[in-house]
């Protein structure tokens, strides 16, 4: 069984497009949220998750924001501008389906938010002791979170009860044990933070007992992406901060 896991999509098709052909076979898709916002083509980023095989999408805070369900207060002014472009922009049928996620979803042993457990759309899991204030907040081994685009691993250590977080290496392989409470971050497919503007996506392996987290990074034509910002007068900096991958 191998699961592709995506967050933050942004917008951005030719990063979706580029992490999906690299991803080659996988036999579910999990989506952790923010699919528009930002980038300048939401419905086609919608219309291409909405079909992907054995899909779990939550609801992000984009998501929330573009459809109505979110107050714009929390967004500066450069968010704010194109979660307005983008309310306007979408097709009714894909801003009803946005509408209709949900805020938190379970699938075997894994739970999945946008943000965290326990605030799902709003906060950030940036550090341990973020980490740690959301072990008590899910009930399975695992939970997989988006909204900060950075990849990272934290983990409930049993020998001190004090939470580890792990260095995130490109393509490697990390077991997973459900007797070690873990959240996983797989990166942003379309608009990364962590200085490297190659999308960054998930893959959950699992052979027999084996649970297997890897997360991967690949080249898309970020300049075309950035181009098209431009071209649409979306704000200046989204298009920027995507060729700094930041
Ligand atoms: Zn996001």
């Given at each position: 069984m191998r699961i592709l896991v995506l967050s933050d999509i942004h917008a951005n098709?030719?990063?979706?497009?580029?992490?999906?052909?690299?991803?080659?076979?996988?036999?579910?898709?999990?989506?952790?949220?923010?699919?528009?916002?930002?980038?300048?083509?939401?419905?086609?980023?919608?219309?291409?998750?909405?079909?992907?095989?054995?899909?779990?999408?939550?609801?992000?805070?984009?998501?929330?924001?573009?459809?109505?369900?979110?107050?714009?207060?929390?967004?500066?002014?450069?968010?704010?501008?194109?979660?307005?472009?983008?309310?306007?922009?979408?097709?009714?049928?894909?801003?009803?389906?946005?509408?209709?996620?949900?805020?938190?979803?379970?699938t075997g042993q894994f739970t999945l938010a946008h943000g965290t457990p326990r605030n799902p759309i709003w906060e950030y899991m940036l550090n341990p002791f973020n980490a740690l204030m959301n072990f008590g907040h899910f009930k399975t081994p695992f939970c997989i979170v988006g909204h900060t685009h950075v990849p990272a691993m934290f983990y409930l250590d049993p020998a001190s009860d004090d939470v580890k977080s792990m260095d995130i290496q490109d393509g490697q392989l990390y077991l997973l044990s459900p007797q070690t409470q873990t959240i996983l971050n797989p990166g942003s497919v379309g608009q990364p933070r962590d200085y490297d503007p190659k999308a960054s996506y998930g893959i959950i392996t699992v052979q027999g007992d084996r649970i297997l987290w890897q997360v991967n990074r690949v080249s898309y034509a970020v300049d075309q992406v950035a181009q098209m910002i431009l071209k649409l007068k979306l704000p200046a900096a989204h298009a920027e901060r995507l060729l700094m991958g930041w």
């Open positions: 098709l030719p990063a979706l497009e580029a992490v999906l052909a690299h991803a080659g076979y996988y036999d579910a898709v999990w989506c952790l949220g923010d699919i528009v916002g930002y980038g300048p083509q939401p419905n086609e980023c919608v219309e291409m998750v909405r079909g992907l095989p054995g899909l779990e999408c939550v609801m992000g805070n984009h998501d929330a924001a573009v459809t109505n369900s979110l107050d714009l207060e929390g967004f500066n002014q450069d968010a704010r501008s194109s979660a307005e472009w983008t309310s306007k922009t979408l097709k009714l049928s894909n801003a009803v389906y946005l509408s209709a996620l949900s805020k938190i979803r379970q």
